[in-house]
DNA sequence: CTTCTAACA
DNA sequence: TGTTAGGA
């Protein structure tokens, strides 16, 4: 077994029956920086659980938040560097009406 | 399996 | 803008 959150192991493919998603989105999303599986040296992708559980904030936020890829680009990349932030996209409770709103003055 | 291009909502 | 389909 391995036990190894970035251990390569599924293809685009599984990825994509496992999410539901079609193999060119999740591809556009590599494209676009969202995501970075590794490659075999065939250039096939190999993704992590890490992976997977970052294509399903993605598309948490994407369906869920109504936030867009370029936003969701900015969220990801927020969110790695406030674990408070990481915390509430891993548990799927990143909630916008949870947030203070912009400061009235 | 890959990348690239084009069409559609 | 984002997703899907098709060709190479």
Redesign the pocket.
């Known amino acids: 077994m391995e036990l190894n959150p970035e251990h390569p192991a599924y ?3 599984v990825v994509a029956q496992l999410l539901g ?5 999740i ?3 590599e ?2 920086g969202l995501i970075a599986p590794c490659r075999t040296i065939r ?3 190999l993704y992590s659980q890490n992976d997977i559980e970052r294509l399903e904030c993605i598309n948490y936020l ?1 369906k869920t938040c109504g936030v ?5 680009k900015i969220v990801i990349t927020l969110s790695c560097q406030h674990p408070e932030i990481e915390l509430l996209l891993k548990t799927r409770r990143f909630h916008p009406q949870d947030l203070e709103g912009p400061t009235q003055v």
């Open positions: 293809t685009i493919s998603l079609h193999e060119q989105t591809r556009q999303y494209r676009l250039k096939t992708r994407v867009n890829l370029s936003g969701v």
